[in-house]
């Protein structure tokens, strides 16, 4: 299992994931006020007064969970790669779905704030990396597949 290089590509989308749960999305501060976007809940920090809002921004946290969930189950389906094919297929459009929620939460709530120009945090990176890498271990599987495919083939 971990002498194939998917099973590391799939750990990397799981700790990505993971990492990405806690890093916020967008802070900004600005004297008493302190705003921050996390992939769970948007919070405002005023005079000391925490105000949370968890609805719609939890939407991307729980699209993470789903995608590390299903790396993990992959990981433990390494004795049958056309289900690992189906399993990756699946979380490269969660990813992709965490990731656009990701970007539209960002977007949303720096124009809403107007806190100037704004660039991509480091979570962002990190979790492009999961895409990444969930692309990767998919296309090594096929390609194992592929292999074996061809050797009962000569058989």
Not at 15 to 22: K, R, T
Request: some cysteine; glycine content about 4%; hydrophobic content about 50%.
């Amino acid at each position: 299992m971990w002498q194939r290089i998917q099973t590391v590509f799939l750990v990397l989308v799981v700790i990505s994931m993971v990492v990405s749960l806690f890093l916020p999305l967008w802070k900004v501060t600005d004297g008493t006020k302190e705003l921050q976007l996390f992939p769970l809940h948007f919070s405002t920090i005023e005079n000391g007064q925490r105000t949370t809002q968890y609805f719609p921004y939890s939407v991307t946290a729980i699209l993470m969970v789903a995608a590390a969930t299903i790396a993990i189950m992959g990981i433990r389906r390494f004795d049958n790669r056309l289900t690992q094919i189906k399993l990756g297929t699946l979380n490269s459009l969660i990813l992709a779905a965490a990731l656009g929620s990701a970007v539209y939460f960002f977007t949303q709530v720096s124009n809403q704030f107007e806190a100037g120009p704004a660039k991509l945090p480091p979570v962002m990176w990190i979790m492009f990396v999961g895409v990444a890498c969930n692309w990767l271990a998919v296309r090594f599987i096929r390609r194992d597949e592929k292999l074996v495919r061809d050797s009962d083939r000569l058989r």
